[in-house]
């Protein structure tokens, strides 16, 4: 089993920044594609990003150029890097863990609870 405990979200203003963390345990995150994945009030939830075994990314349109998701094996620690926030990136934040990479939410099987994150502006 995976547990993932997702943190550093906030309240922020339009074009600030935001660091969130990701933190396995229970077993190496070198064994799994790491996503986030966001879910806004009445939406459904969506891809962000995603980063593969050999490093590979992928990111959302929407996020494009603003957010960057890297991993720290030494912390076992995934982040999301999120630079000129929009209002529009309002949202829950989930971390995920799973066996393919994919832009689907469904193969990933592991799940943090989200931290919430909310672009005033």
């Known amino acids: 089993q995976v547990q993932l405990v997702e943190s550093g979200g906030g309240l922020v203003q339009a074009g600030d920044s935001l660091r969130l963390a990701c933190a396995a345990s229970g077993r190496t995150f070198g064994s799994y594609v790491m996503g986030w994945f966001r879910q806004a009030p009445g939406k459904e939830r969506e891809f962000v990003a995603a980063?593969?075994?050999?490093?590979?990314?992928a990111y959302a349109d929407s996020v494009k150029g603003r957010f960057t998701i890297s991993r720290d094996g030494a912390k076992n620690t995934v982040y999301l890097q999120m630079n000129s926030l929009k209002p529009e990136d309002t949202a829950v934040y989930y971390c995920?863990?799973?066996?393919?990479?994919?832009?689907?939410?469904?193969?990933?099987?592991?799940w943090g609870a989200g931290t919430q994150v909310i672009v005033s502006s």
């Open positions: 995920a863990a799973g066996g393919e990479y994919t832009r689907d939410y469904g193969p990933y099987v592991y």
């Open positions: 980063s593969s075994r050999s490093d590979s990314t």
